[in-house]
């Protein structure tokens, strides 16, 4: 089985391979995924790498708090992610009210 590990606090300079070399210290990293901002495809300074369970345990303790490429590592267990609604926020989609009409 694997594990899915958040990786943050990552210099905008770090690649894929960078992680891919680091995490191979702990075991074998079946993927790496720097996320990037949709319009400029620039790093958001997170990453998620996917290893076996308890190469991602080992990776946890070795690489949380390391220094990489200038910057110390946020390294945990990622959060299953969040369901995002379609709509326009909380309230049906309307553009609020109040005000004197007519």
């Known amino acids: 089985m694997s594990k899915r590990l958040y990786v943050g606090n990552l210099s905008y300079q770090t690649t894929e391979g960078d992680l891919t070399a680091l995490f ?3 075991g ?5 995924s720097i996320v990037t901002d949709r319009d400029t495809g620039r790093s958001k ?3 998620f790498v996917e290893m076996s369970d308890s190469d991602a345990a080992r990776a946890v303790e070795q690489f949380n708090g390391k220094e990489l490429n200038g910057r110390n ?6 959060r299953p992610r969040e369901e995002r609604s379609g709509g326009r926020g909380g309230y049906g989609g309307g ?3 109040g005000g004197r009409r007519g």
């Open 24 to 26: 191979q210290e702990a």
């Open 28 to 32: 074998s990293v079946q993927s790496v």
């Open 45 to 47: 300074g997170f990453a």
């Open 73 to 78: 590592l946020n390294v945990n267990e990622a």
């Open 95 to 97: 553009y609020g009210g």
